[in-house]
């Protein structure tokens, strides 16, 4: 066990989400392998072209693209960068700022069906004069493909804080009150001395009946996100997608779509409930509030039952209740699943790196 900790009690059978580390807990020398990884397509490289204002025609023009050396587009080098970092947050999710790159290096071409995994290595750790609050830690971070061939080098400088100044709405749990940590709460395996592979939530045997668990970070939902997945879900419904409507009928704007709200706070169940063999089903659901542009939505979840599967040997179905409401305790939705858990020692995980 690594004393890395996932969650933080927060009452009787209740557990608080936590990510990343203290400034405190951070060695030089340490390496951390950060999991999920994220497969990119051409598409996700064109989207970020035309999102930041790049021209250059090797990212989106094919056409052009076959009289080059590479004959096909090339994945915009900012976007890797990009996930290369963002992949690590659940280690350095306590980071303050982000003071700069000593360099940011790209070793190998990446194309559109390209998978990228990344680790990264603590260079030194240090105080920082102007914040008491929070030290300085310089680290190393590679991106991989998945024979662990390197195609990205980034060594940056980030602030992260220290436990003293640990914030629960911020971090996702009091670092102060995570006494008595548990193997079925570790955030990190150590699977060789000084070698931290990220954890995916709780296998089949780490949750009992009536344990609650706090998601975080929460969701602040925007009007150009619910009308963007309105109009990808193939819902032209004027009440979520035409504001002049929406203040004549409702005499308010549109609120966020609920089918999104939905498909959010089942995304929000994921870091503790990622050992999914399957979704079987939602039960239950019922919106008990609009959710308004602006507004920021917390989740929790409550095991209600558990049991093995009769016909999948190593999985077992829990049955979850799920009650989200606003950041000033307005109810918003409420709903139950049952999805279908791997047990400790089963599934993909040792053979995919996970």
């Known amino acids: 066990m690594s004393g890395f900790l996932a969650f933080a009690p927060a009452g009787e059978k209740r557990f608080r989400e936590r990510f ?46 076959a009289h080059t050396e590479w004959k096909r587009c090339l994945m915009d080098s900012t976007l890797t960068a990009k ?76 602030l992260v804080a220290r436990a ?19 193997e079925r709460h570790g955030s990190h395996e150590e699977i060789a001395p000084g070698v931290f592979l990220e954890r995916r939530g709780l296998f089949l045997e780490d949750v009992e009946v009536g344990e609650t668990y706090e998601h975080r970070p929460g969701k602040t939902f925007s009007a150009e996100e619910s009308q963007a997945h309105t109009l990808r879900a193939l819902d032209q419904s004027p009440a979520l997608v035409d504001a002049e409507f929406a203040r004549r009928s409702l005499g308010a704007p549109p609120p966020i779509n609920p089918m999104h709200v939905l498909a959010v706070l089942t995304g929000m169940m994921t870091k503790t409930f990622s050992r999914i063999v399957a979704n079987l089903a939602w039960k239950n659901v019922r919106f008990h509030s609009d959710v308004l542009p602006g507004e920021t939505v917390y989740a929790e979840s409550t095991v209600l039952a558990k049991r093995p599967s009769q016909s999948r040997p190593g999985q077992g179905i829990l049955h979850v209740r799920t009650t989200a409401g606003t ?10 699943r049952l999805i279908l858990v791997y047990a400790r020692g089963h599934g993909p995980y040792e053979a995919a790196g996970y």
């Open 327 to 336: 950041a000033d305790g307005r109810r918003v939705c409420t709903f139950e």
């Open 20 to 65: 990343g580390l203290d400034f405190e807990q951070f060695a030089a020398g340490q390496r951390f392998r950060h999991r999920p990884g994220l497969t990119l397509s051409q598409q996700d490289s064109r989207d970020e072209c035309l999102d930041t204002l790049n021209q250059q025609m090797l990212h989106f023009d094919e056409a052009f693209a």
């Open 164 to 182: 003293s100044a640990a914030d629960t709405a911020r971090g996702g749990g009091d670092a102060a009150a995570t006494a008595g940590p548990t």
């Open 83 to 158: 996930v290369v970092i963002g992949m690590t947050w659940k280690t350095f999710a306590r980071r303050t700022r982000l003071l700069g790159f000593d360099e940011i290096t790209l070793s190998r071409p990446l194309f559109g069906g390209a998978t990228l995994y990344a680790e990264s290595e603590i260079l030194a750790t240090g105080d920082f004069a102007d914040d008491r609050r929070v030290g300085q830690v310089k680290v190393r971070t590679v991106g991989l493909d998945p024979a662990g061939a390197a195609v990205a080098a980034l060594t940056w400088d980030v």
